[in-house]
């Protein structure tokens, strides 16, 4: 008869029940022993080759509630078509979402699917839309029916088409996904021949008590030897997000730089985050479908602010003394007034140059989050952080401002290189975009830069150059990291934060 550890014996006879092959979450619900137990046993067993251990991992997916509705009634995109064909395949977008009966955040994301998969034409400008060819189930449907049929799915046992269409489902977050690692335990020969010897439990301690000394048990009892290698209970200590520490560095690094923050409110006023950046307001960026307006209350207040108001009005209607001739419309007071939510953060640049407290020379930056309608997918969301920069004072051009997007790509993104490409943007000029290349994440846009026009400061009483840039603060962020998922940046995945290093 061999003596072994209470919990192995009691592991080991566990498999012999099952016929020498059982899981470790098996093992533990036959035996009333904790996880880290079975673990701990089964590696003792294994270094004496008495057993095999063996891993799976396994993702088990299942429909959230969003999922659950879309299994029920079907994708928006798939509504959203149906609904077009018995409309006789053309219709206006807001005929189609009523009759589909959908919002307007999810007919931004049906437009967007029914693009992506060609099934319908958008036409912006008549705010229309077209049926293009007669929609067939595609994968990313048939796994939603298989969901909504089994519950649950585990995604290594699909085939390949449905685990594209796995990744498909997972990025428009209506899935619920567990990842999981299924140990298996199995006896070898060894411990076949152990069995058939005969194998009985001894008690052992880990540490002795006042009864065991003064009774004298302890003499009968065995010290069990203490395994550094023996899995534990994992314990995660409390972090900051590493996102959320990384904008904070950013901050310190800009200070350090001799930059002082700026900021300004999320709801913002039409006049600062486009009328005074000289976009007219006839703009097809300030339609519903790219920027976020307030319902309720549909307008605020620029009595604060009307001279410089009249001067915005007049710059966009006539030039005014700017030396442009204007975008020449009746410029609307009330449209100046509209609320939305900040779609740009130089919107918040706008504020400063308006400041009591603003100071010539100066260095300014914010880091914000913005807001505009999208389709969320791994490079898009509808909601980001942009770190906006301006730099007050004579003499300044563009050499000036190369120099300051090179040294934040290198410095702070830590690229590899830099390219720029001119570009376009209603409030500067010249304009630049800002790209940086970094192995393992490639060329990425980061944003866009230039000088702002006469059109911009002179109706704001500022007479001085004033370089500006808004770059993709979350963009940075993931070259820096190695991220290609710009969902990571938000996630309340428990396990890839847990993996993040504590700096």
Same mark, same amino acid.
């Given at each position: 008869?061999?003596?072994?550890?209470?919990?192995?014996?009691? +592991?080991?006879?566990?498999?012999?029940?099952?016929?020498?092959?059982?899981?470790?979450?098996?093992?533990?619900?036959?035996? @009333?022993?904790? &996880?880290?137990?079975?673990?701990?046993?089964?590696?003792?067993?294994?270094?004496?080759?008495?057993?095999?251990?063996? $891993?799976?991992?396994?993702?088990?997916?299942?429909?959230?509630?969003?999922?659950?509705?879309?299994? !029920?009634?079907?994708?928006?995109?798939?509504?959203?078509? !149906?609904?077009?064909?018995?409309?006789?395949?053309?219709?206006?977008?807001?005929?189609?979402?009523?009759?589909?009966?959908?919002?307007?955040?999810?007919?931004?994301?049906?437009?967007?699917?029914?693009?992506?998969?060609?099934?319908?034409?958008?036409?912006?400008?008549?705010?229309?839309?077209?049926?293009?060819?007669?929609?067939?189930?595609?994968?990313?449907?048939?796994?939603?029916?298989?969901?909504?049929?089994? @519950?649950?799915?585990?995604?290594?046992?699909? *085939?390949? $088409?449905?685990?594209?269409?796995?990744?498909?489902?997972?990025?428009?977050?209506?899935?619920?996904?567990?990842?999981?690692?299924?140990?298996?335990?199995?006896? +070898?020969?060894?411990?076949?021949?152990?069995?058939?010897?005969?194998?009985?439990?001894?008690?052992?301690?880990?540490?002795?008590?006042?009864?065991?000394?003064?009774?004298?048990?302890?003499?009968?009892?065995?010290?069990?030897? &203490?395994?550094?290698?023996?899995?534990?209970?994992?314990?995660?200590?409390?972090?900051?997000? %590493?996102?959320?520490?990384?904008?904070?560095?950013?901050?310190?690094?800009?200070?350090?730089?001799?930059?002082?923050?700026?900021?300004?409110?999320?709801?913002?006023?039409?006049?600062?985050?486009? *009328?005074?950046?000289?976009?007219?307001?006839?703009?097809?960026?300030? /339609?519903?479908?790219?920027?976020?307006?307030?319902?309720?209350?549909?307008?605020?207040?620029?009595?604060?602010?009307?001279?410089?108001?009249?001067?915005?009005?007049? +710059?966009? /209607?006539?030039?005014?003394?700017?030396?442009?001739?204007?975008?020449?419309?009746?410029?609307?007071? *009330?449209?100046?007034?509209?609320?939305?939510?900040?779609?740009?953060?130089?919107?918040?640049?706008?504020?400063?140059?308006?400041?009591?407290?603003?100071?010539?020379?100066?260095?300014? =930056?914010?880091?914000?989050?913005?807001?505009?309608?999208?389709?969320?997918?791994?490079?898009?969301?509808?909601? =980001?952080?942009?770190?906006?920069?301006?730099?007050? @004072?004579?003499?300044?051009?563009?050499?000036?401002?190369?120099?300051?997007?090179?040294?934040?790509?290198?410095?702070?993104?830590?690229? /590899?290189?830099?390219?720029?490409?001119?570009?376009?943007?209603?409030?500067?000029?010249?304009?630049?975009?800002?790209?940086?290349?970094? $192995?393992?994440?490639?060329?990425?846009?980061?944003?866009?830069?230039?000088? =702002?026009? %006469?059109?911009?400061?002179?109706?704001?009483?500022?007479?001085?150059?004033?370089?500006?840039?808004?770059?993709?603060?979350?963009?940075?962020?993931?070259?820096?990291?190695?991220?290609?998922?710009?969902?990571?940046?938000?996630?309340?995945?428990?396990?890839?934060?847990?993996?993040?290093?504590?700096?």
């Amino acid at each position: 008869m061999v003596e072994i550890r209470e919990n192995e014996w009691r +592991t080991i006879m566990a498999l012999k029940e099952a016929g020498g092959r059982r899981t470790v979450d098996d093992i533990v619900n036959s035996t @009333g022993l904790n &996880y880290a137990s079975v673990m701990r046993a089964a590696l003792s067993l294994k270094e004496r080759n008495l057993i095999e251990i063996s $891993e799976e991992k396994r993702t088990k997916i299942s429909l959230n509630e969003e999922g659950r509705e879309y299994a !029920e009634k079907g994708l928006p995109e798939r509504r959203l078509v !149906e609904a077009l064909r018995r409309m006789g395949g053309s219709a206006s977008m807001d005929d189609v979402a009523k009759a589909v009966g959908i919002n307007r955040k999810m007919l931004v994301i049906a437009l967007g699917w029914l693009s992506r998969k060609g099934w319908g034409k958008i036409k912006k400008r008549e705010r229309t839309l077209e049926m293009l060819k007669e929609p067939t189930q595609g994968p990313d449907e048939r796994l939603l029916l298989l969901l909504k049929e089994h @519950g649950s799915l585990i995604v290594e046992r699909l *085939d390949e $088409e449905l685990r594209e269409a796995y990744q498909t489902l997972k990025s428009r977050r209506i899935l619920n996904v567990d990842e999981e690692t299924i140990r298996e335990l199995k006896l +070898t020969d060894d411990g076949w021949r152990l069995l058939e010897r005969g194998i009985e439990a001894v008690e052992e301690v880990s540490q002795l008590t006042p009864e065991m000394i003064v009774s004298g048990r302890w003499r009968r009892l065995k010290l069990r030897r &203490y395994n550094i290698k023996a899995p534990t209970v994992r314990v995660w200590p409390g972090k900051k997000h %590493p996102y959320l520490r990384f904008l904070d560095e950013l901050k310190e690094k800009l200070i350090a730089l001799g930059f002082k923050e700026m900021t300004g409110p999320i709801v913002e006023l039409s006049f600062f985050n486009c *009328d005074a950046l000289y976009m007219p307001q006839d703009h097809p960026a300030r /339609e519903v479908h790219d920027m976020y307006f307030i319902k309720e209350p549909t307008y605020g207040s620029l009595d604060r602010y009307r001279e410089f108001l009249m001067n915005v009005k007049e +710059t966009h /209607e006539n030039g005014w003394k700017t030396g442009s001739k204007g975008w020449g419309y009746a410029f609307s007071i *009330d449209e100046a007034r509209r609320l939305m939510l900040r779609s740009q953060t130089t919107a918040v640049s706008v504020r400063m140059l308006l400041s009591d407290e603003l100071e010539i020379p100066g260095k300014y =930056f914010a880091i914000a989050r913005c807001y505009r309608p999208d389709v969320i997918d791994k490079t898009h969301l509808t909601e =980001f952080n942009q770190i906006e920069g301006i730099v007050v @004072g004579e003499g300044l051009t563009l050499r000036d401002l190369l120099g300051i997007l090179e040294r934040f790509a290198l410095e702070i993104a830590e690229a /590899e290189r830099v390219k720029f490409r001119p570009g376009y943007f209603p409030f500067t000029e010249p304009s630049v975009e800002l790209h940086a290349y970094k $192995e393992g994440s490639g060329w990425l846009e980061f944003g866009g830069a230039g000088i =702002f026009r %006469p059109e911009v400061t002179l109706p704001l009483g500022i007479d001085v150059p004033v370089l500006a840039w808004g770059l993709g603060v979350d963009r940075i962020f993931m070259m820096r990291s190695g991220i290609d998922d710009i969902r990571y940046l938000f996630t309340q995945d428990l396990e890839w934060l847990r993996r993040q290093e504590v700096v």
